[in-house]
């Protein structure tokens, strides 16, 4: 299989921050050019935060972005400050709605009574939008994507998952204790993220350098690491710091 993966990789996490968010922006003006709008697929975790603060300052009120998270906690209270709604409120709705740009920002909802019928809810609202111009993704310590952990079928959808113990493990520096750490999620499937035009993977730091250099070497994708089918997408870009890459 044609390894499809475009590497770039920058000296530091600052770096890498900047050029990605001049990679999204770039893509939001040609897709707009293209149809008056934007569809980006967006991620929480402590990487995309630098990319996401250049961002806001370089989208302004001349955009119409419509944007889809890839995953959230469930259940979760909206205003948990823990939560993925809340996260994307403080990182990039809130600064980018400042600026005056006008956005659609679709989360999985959290607080639904019947995950089941939300899961499919999005899967609609992501059809209904046109599907994604521009997916950006991190990555998990065991591979994961969003929240599709080690297993997960390429042809999966937006679901509700069980978080596996190393995710809830790596996650609970967030949280006051294991206890309050979620064991379930809703999120995008590896086929809904598959689906997307173009792909935006990042990764920063020393503890992505494993993963990272598992995912280069493979030929062909393992189901045990989730984001190794997006060797089989034809437009895939992966932005890295040294620390990731060494
Ligand atoms: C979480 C999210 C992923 C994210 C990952 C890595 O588990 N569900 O979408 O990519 O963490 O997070 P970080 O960027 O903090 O390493």
Known sequence: MMKSLKISTFPDYETLSKEAAMFVFQKIKETHEQKNTCVLGLPTGSTPIGMYQQ???????????????????????????????????????????????????????????????????????????????????????????????????????????????????????????MAEVPRQAITMGVGTILESREILLLASGKSKKNIISTLLALEKPDRQIPASWLITHPHVYVYLDTEARA
């Open 55 to 177: 961002l806001v300052t370089l989208i302004n009120d001349s955009f119409q972005l419509t944007t889809f998270n890839l995953d959230e906690y469930y259940p979760i209270q909206k205003d948990n400050d823990q939560s993925y709604h809340y996260f994307m409120s403080k990182q990039f709705w809130k600064p980018i709605s400042s600026q005056s740009a006008k956005g659609e920002f679709n989360i999985p909802n959290g607080e639904a009574k019947d995950p089941q019928e939300e899961c499919q809810r999005y899967e609609q609202a992501i059809k209904n939008a046109g599907g994604i111009d521009l997916m950006i993704l991190g990555i998990g310590g065991n591979g994961h994507i969003g929240f599709n952990e080690p297993g997960s079928a390429p042809d999966s959808r937006t679901r509700l998952v069980n978080i596996a113990d190393s995710t809830v493990q790596a996650n609970s520096r967030f949280f006051n204790s």
